[in-house]
Each structure stands twice: as C-alpha cells, then as structure tokens.
C-alpha cells in the first residue's frame, strides 16, 4: 500500500508539473509541487528497494521517472496481509 501512495503521488505530481509547463508555467506551482513529485519518485524507489532489494527488475522499473512506482508495484504484485497481533 505504502508503494502505490507514493507511486501515485508521483504520478499526480508529474502531470500537474506537466500541465502548469504548458499552460500558465506558474513559478509557485513548480517550486511547490517539484519537491513533492522528487520525493515521491524517491520514496517509491526507497519502498521497491526495501521490499524486493537492490538487484531485482522490480528496483530497475522503479527507476523510470513518473510510471516506475506503478510498473515497480505491478512487478512486486500484491503485498502480504499480515494481521495485527
């Protein structure tokens, strides 16, 4: 779950970056939402790497700016339900 949060963060991030760089290109957008989308991008690559380590082709996808989180939790599939004990 962790994973998907900040693959979609990531992605939302991109395309309102995206979006404000081809309409207005307001300067507060991208100085608010730059850090977020760069930190998103690496939370996920930090959660891939945590789950699947570093030599894995679920940690080569993650890499792949806005998409790697979603391709790298589509790789890894669902994650285990453990109960509260």
Do not use: Q
Request: proline share 7%; charged share 10%.
């Amino acid at each position: 779950m962790p994973l998907r949060v900040a693959a979609t963060v990531e992605l939302v991030s991109l395309v309102v970056l995206l979006a404000n760089l081809v309409t207005v290109h307001v300067d507060g957008v991208a100085a608010l939402v730059g850090p977020i989308h760069g930190c998103a991008y690496l939370a996920a690559i930090a959660l891939t790497v945590a789950r699947a380590g570093w030599r894995s082709r679920a940690t080569a996808v993650s890499l792949v700016p806005g998409v790697g989180g979603w391709a790298a939790a589509a790789v890894l599939g669902p994650e285990p339900y453990h109960p509260s004990r």
